[in-house]
């Protein structure tokens, strides 16, 4: 087998979960991520259809099972805490609805999937790649503090704002279409019982201001729960290495917020996981050139809101690896698989998340809030036949291949 020796860049899902299979078919894989060790914060994930066959495959189902959250489903609530309308896990079914069945921390899945392989694949942590140089016989590889190296094959799995697709495809706002909204997430101590539900409350737009979303999400450790806001702020503009100001973004916006937000809000000052960023979707027309790879949100992020995310990653990471042992490391032929029997998925994936917008979480006005809320009280009682399946169906596009089904190499633990 050729082009064995592959730079993964990005340690988060996607990276780890193509350098797990990428070791298990018999390539050496070396993974260089930009933080100084596995990154904690992010948001909550869901592991959804398909995705969720690549996590059996993996051997991995006992750790995810212990991580999950137990989530029960999504609650829209009013000021006093109320419940005004629900929408259960069993409605869509385990991989249906906004909150899916398999639903854990990102800070877990990445901890699962790096201790799966971090005894097997060489890990270049608290670096990241500067230039890279590709001919016929290799990739040059430069970075910002290691010697540059040789690598047959370049494997972009670095997000949204990836590195790796910006020099070798080229400037960032040719990919990335900006959907219209933010996101920021952080952990709190919180006394509200949650009881396994995500509570939403959702102030709508007026006055000039637009709709905006504070959630609760319950974690497993008791008094804990991801806190989450969901808003708009046209022609906004941010330093993503200016957390603080970042910070002060979400406080101005949900200072005068009701419900339980003055309680939970001023803990985003100490908070060591806040994550913040602009809701895009990354649209590229092909995800390799030459020697190079793109995969997961690199080369197709549906949404941070969508609740794919995470399953594209894994069902692309599965497929990419996949092909190219199917390929005996033949990029050409492999890159060409992965987008054939990926693409599908993808396109579906990314239209859902366009059609489905922002979910109601950012309503214009009161009117529009209250026609959600009903919206979603009359699912449960309409027939099954006429409920469409949401994320299910989605999420089941890919049917896997065996790819011969390799036998575990001998030092991969499961």
Known sequence: MKNRDILVSGGG????????????YGFRPTVVERAP????????????????????????????????????GMAFIDESGKRVASLGTDVFGPSGGPVAEWA??????????????????????DDAITDVLQDEDGITVAFEKGVSRRFDLLVGADGVHSSVRRLTFGPEDRYVRDLGSFIALFSVTSEVDLDGWQL???????????????????????????????????????????????????????????????AFLPQIWDASDFYFDRVEQVQ????????????????????????????????????????????????RVAY???????REFVDRAQHFARTAGDGGLMPDARAQ????????????????????????????????????DPAPHRSIKH
Not at 209 to 215: K, W
Not at 336 to 342: H, K, N, P, Q, T
């Open 284 to 331: 590229v027309g092909t995800w390799s050139t030459r020697r190079t790879v793109l995969v997961g949100d690199s080369a197709f992020c549906a949404s941070p809101m969508s609740g794919i995310g995470t399953s594209l990653a894994l069902v692309g990471a599965y497929v990419l690896a996949g092909e190219l042992f199917k390929a005996g490391g033949n990029q």
């Open 37 to 72: 060790a596995p990154r904690t914060g992010g948001h909550a994930v869901d592991i959804r259809g398909t995705a969720r066959q690549v996590i059996e495959r993996m051997g991995l189902v006992p750790q995810i099972r212990h991580a999950r959250i137990g989530a029960r």
């Open 200 to 262: 939403m409350y959702t102030m709508p737009g007026g006055d000039g201001r637009a709709g905006r979303t504070a959630g609760l999400r319950p974690l497993t450790e008791p008094g804990r729960a991801l806190a989450g806001f969901f808003f708009r702020a046209p022609g906004l503009e941010f330093d993503r290495r200016d957390v603080a100001a970042q910070k002060q973004v979400v406080a101005r916006t949900f200072e005068h917020a009701g419900w339980e937000v003055p």
């Open 369 to 404: 809030m209250w026609l959600r809320n009903q919206s979603v009280r009359l699912v449960r009682y309409l027939p099954k036949r006429l409920v469409s399946r949401g994320l299910e169906s989605v999420a089941d596009t890919v049917a896997l291949d065996d790819y011969a």
């Open 13 to 24: 899902i996607a990276g780890a979960a193509l350098a797990y299979w990428l070791r298990r």
């Open 104 to 125: 854990l921390l990102r800070t877990d899945l990445a901890r699962i999937l790096h201790d799966a392989i971090r005894d097997d694949v060489e890990y270049v942590f």
């Open 336 to 342: 060409a698989a992965y987008e054939r029997g990926m």
